[in-house]
């Protein structure tokens, strides 16, 4: 059960064609993610990396948060955010499981913008967001 929910979600991931996501015991599925002390929302639902992905989601370590949605028009979007994105850290800040990234956001939310650090396809992009 496990290969075959790890498999549809890498395919999912990286953009190979329309798979259903696992949200059982293999996998925690997806959340809406927005910096609520801040009143903005990213406009993206994210996933952990699950434990032994690194290989297919071409990461040095499964690490990260996964991109697997985006609402149209939400600050991620405008970004440049693409759905099976990693989101590895912002300003800095690891994001491995929901609360790195609520963090991370709420801090980042002050200041007006934040540069999030994103794995594209093997390939570790910075990408400035603004609130």
């Known amino acids: 059960m496990m290969r075959v929910a790890l498999a549809a979600f890498a395919a999912v991931a990286i953009g190979l064609g329309n798979f259903a996501i696992p949200t059982g015991p293999a996998w925690g599925g997806p959340t809406s993610l927005s910096a609520e002390r801040s009143r903005k929302s990213l406009g993206v639902f994210v996933a952990p990396v699950p434990p ?74 910075d990408i400035p967001i603004a609130f």
Do not use: C, Y
């Open 52 to 125: 032994g992905a690194k290989g297919t989601l071409m990461l040095d370590k499964d690490r990260g948060m996964i991109v697997v949605g985006l609402v149209p028009g939400g600050l991620a979007e405008q970004a440049g955010l693409r759905k099976g994105d990693v989101l590895l850290a912002i300003d800095g800040r690891p994001v491995n499981r929901e609360a790195d990234l609520a963090a991370a956001l709420s801090a980042a939310s002050g200041s007006g913008e934040a540069v999030a650090a994103v794995s594209r396809r093997g390939q570790v992009l």
